[in-house]
C-alpha cells in the first residue's frame, strides 16, 4: 500500500481548518441563519477549492511546457563553475578544516550566489551512513512537486467539502444547493475512491505483469504488428486470406492454425514463410492476451476518474456562478 | 585535422608504434596551439587528454591546503594528462603553457589503442607512459585508497617506487578465497569481484571493486586471509603493494606503520560487518524473480554502478499515468523523451529505468570520436550538442540503450524547433483522438527495438541525446511530476541488497 499519499502535513493543515470551522459553528446558535459563518464558510471553502484546482495547474504548466520554472533555467557552464567549487569546499570537509555546519553553508550558499545558480541548486547537509556530513546540493523545485501538490489536494478536498456542508447546510432544495453539495458529494466520493485504487491497484497490477510489464507488452505487440505485416507480403493471396481468417478468431488459435497450415496452397520446398507468420501470430494473440488483462486492470484503477474529472468541471462552473451571483446580487 | 609533421613519429614515445597504430595517430590525432598563459585543464577537471608537447612548455600546477606548488615544466618531447588518460581520474594539476605551446592532444579512445599490448609483450608506447606514470602521478594516486589518505608524501613516494603494476585479464583470479592476504591491491582500471561461498554452498558476491577502489588492506593487519576471491570481470589494470614492502619502506618509520595498521584494522573490522549485514559496502542479489545478477554483473562490469543514482521507479506504487514520460518530454525541446519505463526489473517491485547510469568507464564518451561527450566535476555525463555530428556511434557503444537521436535540424547550424503539445491532447481519456494533430517533426514513439523512442536508424542523422537530469532547471521532471513518488533516484548498489542468504 502506497502510504506515502497519506503522508502530509497538508492532514494538519486541513483538520485545523476543519476543527476551527466546527468551533465556530458550534459557538453561533444557528449556524445556516449566521451571517457571518456562512460568508465565513463560503470563503474558506472558496479559498480551499483554489488550492484544490492549483493541483491540476500545477500539473498542466509542466505538461503544456509553460511553467514559469522552465524560465528559470541557468547555463551548464554556471552550474559545472558552481559543482567545482562545491567540490573543493567537500575536500575541505573531508580533511577536517572545514568543521561548523553554519560555516559550510554559508560558503556554500556563498557559492551558489556567485555562480548565480541559486535560484535552481540549493545546498543541504546530511548525515550520512557512514558518520561524516555530506554536502549535498539538489534542485530548489520552487513550485513544488506533483506529489506535494497531490496531496494537498486531497487533504483541502475533503476539508473544503466539509466546509460547503456547513456552509449551505446540506440543502438541497434549490437548484443550486443540489448543484452544489451534490457535486460537491460526487466529486470527493470518487476523489476517496480514486485514492483507494492508487494506493491498492499498483501493487495487483504489478503482480499480474510476471515477465511482461504493461509497456513491454505494448512494444512487443506494436512490433509483431510491424512483423506480421511483413511477413503477410510474403505470402501469396489464397493463403493470406487463410491466415486471416485463423487470425481473426483466437479462440482455440492451435488446432485452427494447424487446420489452416493443411489447408494452405502447396509451396515449394524449403518456404517457411507460412509457418514464421504463424508462429508469429501464435505470438500476437500470446501477448495481445497477455496486454489486455494488463490493460483491464489498469482502466479499472482509472475508472473513477471518469466521474472525478466531468464533476470537478461541473462544481467549478456551479461554484463560479454561485460566486459570481452572490457578488452581484 | 591538421596534418602531422614527420618529426612527431620520431618522438621516442611514438617511434615503436605499429604501423596500424601510426595511421591510427594520423587519422585521430590533432594538434592544438596554446597560447603563453593559457590555461588548457583544470585541477580536479575530468578530461581524459593525453598530450604530447611538441614546442615550448607546460606548467603544472597543484594546489594543496591552499599552497600552490609546481610540479615541473614539461618542454618539447613530454607527455601530459596519462593518469587522466589510464583511469579516468580529474586532472591532478592545472596545466598551463608557461610560452606558446604546441600540443598533439590523443583523445581517450585513440590513447586506448596506443596503450594497448601486441599479443603478450608490453609496447614501448606502454612502458614509457607507465615510467612517467610511476614517476609522477603514482604517489598521487595512491592517496585514492583510504588506508594512505593523510600519508606524507614522501612516504607514498617511497611505496609507489617499490608498487606493482600488474595487468590482469577478464576472468583472471588475482587472490583466492582463505589464503593469506599478502598483498594491497588498488585497481587503476577494470573491475573485480569478490566472491566468497555462501553457507548454503553457493556464490555470493561480496563486493565489487571498480577503478580507483582498493582492497587487501587486511594485509597489515597480520594473519588473516582473503575473505572471498577476487576475480577480474573486465581487462583489469591494478597497482599491488606487497607485505614486504610495507615492511621494508616504513621499517624506519614505526609510526606510520602503526598508523596505517590501525587504519586498516578499522576498514577490516568494517568490511566483516557488513559482509554479515544488509547495507555497507556488501552487494547482493535481493529476491530475484529473473537473473537480475546479470544486470548487476553487466552494471558493475561496465562500472556503472559507481557512476552515479540510477533512476528507479516503485512499481507498488506507480500508477502508470506516464506522467514521467511526459514531463520529459515537456522540458526538452526537441521533444525526444530520455527516459523509458521499460527497463530491467531488479526485484518483484522495482524496475531499472532505461535512462543514463553516467557509467563510471563511459563506452559512448570512449565511442565519440567528435569530442560531443565529455564528464563534468559532478561525474555527470554530458553531450555537447554543437560538437556531435550524428555518428551514432554512442548509440551503438550504450551497453543500455539510452542514447537515443533527436530529429535533423531544420538547416545547418540551426537548433530545430518544435511545437509542444497541443491542449487537445493532454485531456485525460480523450487527448488520443487529436493524436493526429501531432505537430511535424515529433519523435516517432517508443517501441521494443528502440525504448526510448526517438529517431534511431531513421537515414537522416539528427544528433545524440540522453538524459541529462533536467541540466540548468530548477528540478528533475520525471521525479517532479510523478503524482505518487513512485520514481526517484537511487544508488544502485543498493538495489541488490541481499536478504537471500
Partial sequence: MNTVLFKSWHALVAATIVAGFMAWSISVTDGSMDRAFQIGTGWGALLLFVVVLGYVLRKYVHKLGISPEFRMRVPIEALEDAETRLAELRVQMAAGRLTDEADILKRAKAILRQARVQRVIKVRLEKSEQGPRTLRAMPTGPLGSVARWMRAHLYYGIAAAVLVGMHGGLSLQSGMALALNGLTLLVVVSGLVGIAMWVTMPRLLTAAEHDLSIEKAHALRESLDRKIEAAYAEIDGPTRAIFEDVDRSPDEFSKRAAAALKAAPARAEGDRSAEDLL?????????????AALMRIKRRMNLWRLVHIPGALLLTFAVAIHVLSVLWY | MSELPSEVFELPLLADLTKKQKSLLEDEAYMEVAPAGSVFAHQGEFTGRFCIVLEGGVGAYREEDGVTENLGVYGAGSWIGELSALSNQPELATLRADARCVLLVIEPPLFKQLYRKHGSARSRFQDLVDATYRERSLAIHLRV????????????????????????????VVASEQDQADALFLVRTGAVKCSATSTRGHERIVSYHMANSSFGERCLTGNRTWPGTYT??????????????????????????????????????????????????????????????????????????????????????????????ESCVSVHEDRVPRLSKTGTRVSAGLTLATSCYNCDVPECMMACEYGAIRRDVKGQINFVWDNCVGCQACTTACPYGVISMTPPPAAAGERPRYKRHWFLQTIPFLGKYFEGLRPTGEATPPDDENPLGGLRGDPVKGKAVKCDLCAGLPFEACVYNCPTEAIGRMNPEKLFVDNDD
Fill in chain 1, 279 to 291: 508462429a508469429l501470430l501464435g505470438q500476437r494473440h500470446g501477448v495481445q492476451k497477455e496486454w
Fill in chain 2, 145 to 172: 585508497a583510504p588506508v594512505f589518505r593523510g600519508l606524507p608524501s614522501s612516504k607514498l613516494k617511497l611505496l609507489g617506487r617499490e608498487a606493482q603494476l600488474i595487468d590482469v585479464a577478464d576472468g583472471d
Fill in chain 2, 232 to 325: 577480474a570481470i573486465a581487462p583489469t589494470s591494478l597497482i599491488k603493494i606487497t607485505e614486504e614492502v610495507f615492511q621494508e619502506t616504513l621499517a624506519s618509520d614505526a609510526q606510520v606503520l602503526e598508523r596505517l595498521r590501525a587504519t586498516a584494522d578499522l576498514m577490516v573490522a568494517g568490511e566483516e560487518t557488513s559482509s554479515t549485514s544488509t547495507g555497507g559496502s556488501v552487494i547482493d542479489i535481493v529476491r530475484p524473480r529473473r537473473p537480475a545478477s546479470d544486470q548487476l554483473e553487466i552494471m558493475v562490469g561496465r562500472q556503472s554502478v559507481k557512476g552515479g543514482e540510477a533512476l528507479v521507479i516503485d512499481l507498488h506504487r506507480c500508477i502508470r499515468c506516464n506522467a514521467c514520460v
